[in-house]
């Protein structure tokens, strides 16, 4: 069976609702993302953990944001886990996401370039030079020919971003969410057709498949359904 384009976004509580969330979906979907609520509780343990005994691919959403060097030796002490992706912030600048695919050169460095959760008032305020389409844009060219592999933005932006970067650069959309879902704190946001039309490689999902009342039932329904509409 092929599997969905999909990255369950694993936001648990605890390490053991991580696990059970994560043997439901991987019959169904790509990739499972851990993130820094999981990592900084349970460190790289929580990896093997919802792994288990699959070889669904791993999406290590750890966003690095540092000087150069610390970033590198962040990105180093990750190696053992086998990443597909790795994130670091595009804000950090080329210096520090080339250190990080120098690294790491066997996993695909993925730059994030806006949060979904900002708004062009949100750029406003931090000094980032808007609307976001144009700072994602600006981030995305940058990381690109920093070296970046994969690029982070929201579905509103991936067209846009594909006619920069070309089409060898995978784009990552968070802020996905089903047709009826509630957008939560999610500022920017489009459902999982929209986003594959635009260009999108793969989709970020956490709460749609994760909050169902049968996590396993909502992946398999989404994975199917794209599977009709691609």
């Given at each position: 069976m092929v599997k969905a384009p999909i990255a369950v976004a694993l936001d648990a509580p605890d390490i053991e609702t991580a696990a059970q969330w994560a043997s439901l979906v991987t019959p169904y979907v790509s990739v499972v993302k851990v993130g820094l609520q999981l990592f900084?509780?349970?460190?790289?343990?929580?990896?093997?953990?919802?792994?288990?005994?699959?070889?669904?691919?791993l999406f290590l959403d750890l966003k690095l944001h540092d000087i150069p060097a610390t970033v590198a030796g962040a990105a180093k002490s990750v190696a053992r886990?086998?990443?597909?992706?790795l994130t670091v912030h595009a804000t950090g600048g080329p210096t520090m996401i080339k250190a990080a695919v120098e690294a790491?050169?066997?996993?695909?460095?993925?730059?994030?370039?806006?949060?979904?959760?900002?708004?062009?008032?949100?750029?406003d305020a931090v000094g980032l030079a808007g609307p976001p389409?144009?700072?994602?844009?600006r981030l995305a060219t940058l990381s690109v020919a920093a070296g970046a592999r994969a690029?982070?933005?929201?579905?509103?932006?991936?067209?846009?971003?594909?006619?920069?970067?070309?089409?060898?650069?995978?784009?990552?959309?968070?802020?996905?969410?089903?047709?009826?879902?509630?957008?939560?704190?999610?500022?920017?946001?489009a459902t999982p057709q929209q986003a594959l039309a635009a260009g999108a490689d793969l989709l970020v999902i956490g709460r749609p498949i994760t909050g169902a009342a049968d996590p396993a039932s909502a992946a398999?329904?989404?994975?199917?359904?794209?599977?009709v509409r691609r």
């Open positions: 900084c509780r349970y460190g790289p343990e929580v990896v093997a953990v919802v792994r288990g005994g699959s070889r669904v691919g886990l086998r990443p597909r992706y790491l050169p066997e996993v695909q460095i993925a730059a994030v370039t806006v949060l979904t959760s900002m708004t062009g008032s949100d750029l389409r144009d700072a994602v844009r690029v982070v933005c929201s579905p509103q932006e991936v067209a846009a971003v594909r006619a920069e970067v070309g089409s060898g650069i995978t784009l990552i959309t968070a802020g996905v969410r089903p047709a009826g879902s509630a957008p939560q704190d999610q500022a920017r946001v398999a329904r989404l994975a199917a359904d794209l599977s």
